[in-house]
């Protein structure tokens, strides 16, 4: 025998499906706003930064081309990924071509930024490099740089780069460069030279990745020297940041009158 409840049942099916479907988009589309709306959690970079002041006499005057002016311990807060807020340079192998004219390339990495005599290395004069190994491939944020701060000067052509190759033949990412006339031939630097001191140079860098980071300079405002205390490179692993949220580029810490960073003391059992 045939149903009268024929219409009223396909009504019914109709009206399950159609909801199935409002239901099925409605979560797809909640879903997708919660992984647009997740960011990574932000931190501010903090550097240790050892006590310092010119030992004698009045500074001398910078002379150098293209130079910024700015003070760095007014520089603005950074802001990196929490889980990449760490040193990875640390006690990491540091190689170069260059002579050795005094200390030792592994001063370089060894966490110590002092300013008194014993804490630098120098390399021979012309356009010299430093490469740190950091030993895994990793995803940068930022790099800290200290080359020399007892006399106040500035270091010309500083160029920074990153790579997996450590020849640095290929997949080269320049991340820093204030070779503006391109006397070292790796493109004009649209970076400015800036005075050294014991804040040292915070550079930001946009989650670049690579294993090896490889520095340039080529002497000195006073000098034909290249000096480094220490380097350091905030990063993380590259394959742990595949799995997170992707991550806003770091904020560059341009320099205006703000707030000092934190500045803490070198424990004298770290001074030679
Ligand atoms: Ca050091």
């Given at each position: 025998m045939k149903t009268t409840n024929t219409p009223r049942a396909s009504r019914a099916i109709h009206f399950f499906f159609f909801g199935l479907l409002v239901f099925t988009i409605a979560s797809i589309s909640f879903a997708t706003g919660n992984a647009a709306d997740k960011q990574e959690e932000m931190v501010e970079l903090k550097l240790e930064i050892s006590r310092f002041t010119i030992p004698f006499g009045a500074p001398p005057q910078v002379r150098i081309e293209?130079?910024?002016?700015?003070e760095q311990s007014k520089r603005k807060p950074l802001f990196i990924p929490k889980n990449a807020?760490?040193?990875?340079?640390?006690?990491k192998p540091v190689t170069s071509e260059a002579n050795i004219v005094?200390?030792?390339?592994?001063f370089i990495t060894d966490g110590e930024k002092d300013g008194?005599?014993?804490f630098e290395v120098e390399l021979e004069s012309e356009l010299q490099w430093v490469q740190i190994d950091l030993q895994k491939r990793s995803e940068i944020f930022a790099i800290a740089l200290w080359?020399?701060?007892?006399r106040e000067r500035a270091y010309r052509n500083v160029i920074i780069q990153i790579s997996d190759d450590a020849g640095f033949k290929r997949g080269v990412t320049t991340?820093?460069?204030?070779?503006f006339e391109n006397t070292s031939k790796f493109?004009?630097?649209?970076d400015k030279h800036y005075i050294e001191t014991n804040y040292g140079k915070l550079i930001p860098v946009a989650g670049v990745k690579g294993r090896y980071v490889r520095l340039y300079s080529q002497g000195n405002s006073t000098n034909p020297g290249n000096h480094y205390i220490e380097v350091e490179v905030y990063g993380r692993d590259a394959d742990e940041s595949a799995a997170s949220p992707a991550a806003p580029a770091p904020q560059a810490p341009t320099i205006e009158n703000g707030k000092e960073l934190k500045i803490t003391s070198v424990p004298s059992s770290a001074k030679k």
């Open positions: 293209n130079l910024d002016q700015s807020n760490q040193n990875i340079a640390f006690k005094i200390g030792e390339l592994n008194d005599e014993g080359h020399f701060y007892r991340v820093f460069n204030t070779d493109g004009a630097g649209k």
